[in-house]
């Protein structure tokens, strides 16, 4: 039996050399992202369980630091605010937490990053729905064939993977890319 580690290691890596596939995709959600930044709009992240851990990521690091010390970005992750969360659940249902505060600080200059492994979080597709009825752009990082949110989003890339762990991992590479380039376009 191959040891569990190297077998992680290899799958990992697998899933990881599908991304260059994915440039296109990651370019165009850059663009969008340095774009929204410029004209001063703001990006708004969420995302369900890991996922929402990579939204959190994704939020600090613009409003503190990448690599680069530069001028705080803004951005705000909708799943960081756990009396906001529970106020929302228990008044509108948990389909409804972001969508609601999508509505509530998301305007048209704004861009919604979505991160989601299966595609088909209710409360992530309802919060896109509320970003295009207000005209904020949807990023959708998705795995899994893109679930329901395939196709939902303005841009999407979707990570060739159906295990849950690899794709998170993928997408933290995305995130940590896509900080990459909104740095050395906004530093330079």
Do not use: W
Not at 113 to 118: A, G, I, P
């Amino acid at each position: 039996m191959e040891p569990l580690l190297s077998r992680l290691v290899a799958d990992a890596v697998q899933t990881l050399q599908s991304l260059p596939a994915q440039e296109p995709a990651f370019e165009r959600i850059a663009q969008a992202a340095i774009e929204t930044l410029k004209s001063g709009g703001k990006i708004l992240t969420c995302g369900n369980g890991g996922s929402a851990a990579d939204a959190l990521h994704l939020a600090e690091e613009l409003v503190g630091r990448y690599k680069s010390n530069r001028r705080s970005l803004p951005a705000v992750c909708l799943n960081a605010d756990p009396t906001l969360l529970t106020c929302i659940a228990n008044d509108f249902g948990f389909d409804e937490v972001f969508a609601r505060q999508v509505e509530g600080l998301g305007g048209e200059n704004d861009l919604l990053v979505c991160f989601t492994t299966s595609g088909n979080s209710t409360n992530i597709l309802r919060a896109q729905d509320a970003a295009k009825r207000i005209g904020v752009t949807t990023v959708a990082l998705l795995g899994k064939g893109g679930g329901q949110s395939r196709g939902k989003a303005d841009l999407e890339l979707i990570v060739n993977s159906a295990d849950t762990a690899r794709i998170q991992e993928a997408h933290t590479l995305i995130l940590h890319a896509l900080l990459e380039r909104i740095e050395q376009e906004l530093i330079a």
